[in-house]
């Protein structure tokens, strides 16, 4: 079974950074399109940022473009989320979702999904 441990979140203050890990095991596809996914309280979950292991292919919400990195280590299965500038909108459950395939996407339709670890950015 595909497993997937989100980690690094934390409580930081507005303009700080965190970095979120999400590490897959259980991992067996040679192409896929892995991301980070969010939902602040009363809010639908939303894409947030997403990679292609194919070609690197990256994809970025608005509301964090250019201030978050997306960057995926393929030898350790693992995909980190480095954010920066972050704002208390940003507060959120982060979670990581996997979908195998060539097509680069990012939506709530992942099939694969970890825990997700909590970030709150104060004012």
Not at 27 to 38: A, E, K, N, S
């Amino acid at each position: 079974d595909v497993q997937l441990q989100a980690s690094g979140g934390g409580l930081v203050q507005a303009g700080g950074s965190l970095s979120l890990s999400c590490a897959a095991s259980g991992f067996t596809f040679d192409r896929y399109t892995i991301g980070w996914f969010r939902q602040a309280p009363g809010k639908e979950r939303e894409g947030v940022s997403c990679i292609s292991s194919l070609d690197g292919s990256t994809y970025y919400a608005d509301s964090v473009r250019g201030r978050f990195t997306i960057s995926n280590d393929k030898a350790k299965n693992t995909v980190y989320l480095r954010m920066n500038s972050l704002k208390p909108e940003d507060t959120a459950i982060y979670y990581c979702a996997v979908i195998p395939g060539l097509d680069f996407m990012c939506h709530n339709g992942m099939p694969y999904w970890g825990k997700g670890t909590q970030v709150t950015v104060s004012s």
